[in-house]
């Protein structure tokens, strides 16, 4: 049995655990957990995403969610944060995004300026800075020196850094694209490497038409959704995994994600549409049922082939 990686584990400075342990045992699900409500798509994919639900459009609609049902905290990119978090100061943490992008160019090239800074992250309160780094594209050298001078700033001022570790650009569609266990396992290791604090990644899949593309060896893996989770979370090393939730899911396949992610060892979640994308009382309802799910897991993993192999 292997046990899943605790804020214990992680060398970080007084400021970055304290805001740490506000999130993963003060707020939200606690025990150790994290369950984050964000709202970044209307700058990364437009109001299209609010559509299905029209009372999403009003960010004080998640801001509400995120309080009432149990959030550990909320993402908010800056413009956000200023014009609406004021009235939730201190009954939400607040996850600060500082750059991003809009989805009308094509990802070729993908790259997310910054917008916002470490210093906007501590005028407004917030217990944490999101940055989101897109692995693979051919603008990483970019983004890389970017992202170190964010960590730079956030390690000097005690906030502790979340990637968004996304697989981009023409060159990761050439080896199987961005669902890919190579693409994910590589960002979760690319944001231990770069030192990020948490990282969030979404759930490999597997497309047995683009399997040929894969590299070795991960074109010869045959692993289940909980194996390649696990190899994702040991690959991330001393850095805490989160799972995207992505587009909005049935309640059955959302509830299964989540088991198994739990079961490899992830320490939360960060689920936007599969929540505001329902009815107020509905994602009550769900938030209750993953919260309890979260704290009834021991985050002790099995230690399979998988994990084993990513050593």
């Not at 600060?96 to 309160?125: M, Q, W, Y």
């Not at 850094?161 to 694209?177: C, E, F, H, S, T």
């Amino acid at each position: 049995m292997k046990r899943a990686v605790t804020l214990d584990d992680l060398d970080l400075s007084a400021g970055k655990k304290t805001r740490l342990y506000r999130m993963l045992y003060k707020y939200g699900p606690g025990h150790g957990k994290l369950m984050v409500l964000p709202i970044d798509q209307g700058l990364e994919h437009g109001p299209r995403d609010f559509f299905v639900n029209p009372d999403s459009v009003n960010p004080e609609y998640q801001l509400r969610l995120t309080l009432e049902g149990g959030f550990s905290a909320i993402a908010l990119q800056v413009g956000l944060a200023e014009k609406y978090f004021k009235a939730f100061a201190g009954k939400v943490p607040l996850i600060l995004k500082i750059n991003g992008k809009t989805e009308i160019p094509p990802d070729d090239e993908a790259f997310s300026p910054c917008h916002a800074s470490v210093e906007d992250a501590l005028r407004l309160g917030a217990d944490a800075i999101g940055y989101t780094c897109y692995v693979g594209s051919p603008r990483q050298d970019e983004d890389f020196i970017q992202f170190g001078k964010v960590r730079r700033e956030a390690e000097r001022v005690g906030l502790p850094l979340i990637m968004w570790a996304y697989p981009r650009g023409k060159y990761m569609d050439q080896k199987g694209g961005k669902e890919s266990l190579f693409a994910v396992d590589y960002a979760a290791r690319v944001a231990q490497e770069l030192g990020a604090d948490v990282v969030k990644v979404n759930i490999p899949k597997v497309d047995e038409e683009k399997r040929a593309q894969y590299p070795k060896p991960y074109n010869e893996l045959k692993l289940s959704q909980r194996e390649m989770l696990e190899k994702v979370v040991a690959s991330a090393g001393r850095t805490l995994v989160i799972i995207s939730g992505g587009s909005k899911r049935s309640d059955d396949a959302l509830l299964q994600d989540v088991q198994d992610c739990l079961e490899a060892g992830v320490t939360g979640f960060i689920f936007g549409r599969n929540f505001w994308q329902r009815r107020f009382g509905e994602a009550l309802e769900m938030s209750t049922r993953i919260t309890k799910l979260m704290q009834t897991t021991n985050g002790v993993v099995s230690e399979t082939k998988a994990t084993v192999k990513a050593r």
